[in-house]
């Protein structure tokens, strides 16, 4: 059994899926973690044009360490997250965006510090940002809107990772969107649980060869909502 899985979430990457990969690959043997296992997640949209799924598979054979999801999506970044959940055997669970905009450099960091403090949790905060004024500004204000929903909530960046969180942790929780809304969840549910949690620092940077966001302005929407209703029910 694997000690370390890592979800890598991989929707319409492309060829980009072997990029980082590769780059993942690399921090995990410069800082000599071998008992892991990674599972590519490329999940597709029936009738849209996207190599991804024949390419994490293609990956996957050549790499015994390598798994790969290629379903027809059902949901979104949320659905994806619990797929790759599902899939994964480790004793610890990292989840990383595949569109190189974290450093695979940090997997390593955030599973030293989980490892070496005895937490429950440890992830990212991205103290410098590659993506515009406009996701900067848009992040910032989308924090602000929980400390003020959830007052004594301590984390400067829900959304960010790698999150890496201890299976005996992640099976408190009871993870059910489907959307973007993922990490808010994650967060909300370890923090109301009282679980140990950290933030380390980051570099942010920018979608790589201009590629383009997949959360749009309704995301914004879908953010304010599922907060006032996990204020409302949940908290």
Known sequence: MPQLSIIILCYRSGNYAKVYLDRVLKQLESNQIENFE?????NYIKGQSDNTPNIVKDLANKNE????????????????VRK?????KGNYIALIDGDGQMPAKDIARVYDKI????????LTYRKKRGDGLY??????AYNL???????GIPFRDMNSKPKIIKRSSLNLLNLSVNNWTID????????QKKLKIKEIATDFH??????????????????????LRFRIRGY
Do not use: C, H
């Not at 990674?38 to 490329?42: A, E, K, N, T």
């Not at 790759?84 to 994964?88: C, H, K, N, Y």
């Not at 490892?115 to 429950?120: C, K, T």
């Not at 809107?145 to 959830?150: E, P, Q, S, V, Y």
């Open 115 to 122: 490892r070496n403090e005895d937490l429950d949790l440890v």
């Open 184 to 191: 808010a969840e994650i967060m909300l549910q370890s923090w």
């Open 145 to 151: 809107l929980t400390k003020i929903l959830f007052p």
């Open 38 to 42: 990674i599972i590519l997640v490329g």
């Open 65 to 80: 360490q390598v798994n790969y999801l290629a379903l027809p999506k059902e949901g979104w970044l949320g659905w994806d």
């Open 135 to 140: 996701r900067y500004i848009l992040s910032n």
């Open 206 to 227: 920018g979608q790589p060869g201009g590629r383009k966001s997949f959360v749009g302005n309704s995301s914004i929407f879908q953010f304010i909502f599922f907060l």
């Open 84 to 88: 790759g959940i599902e899939a994964s």
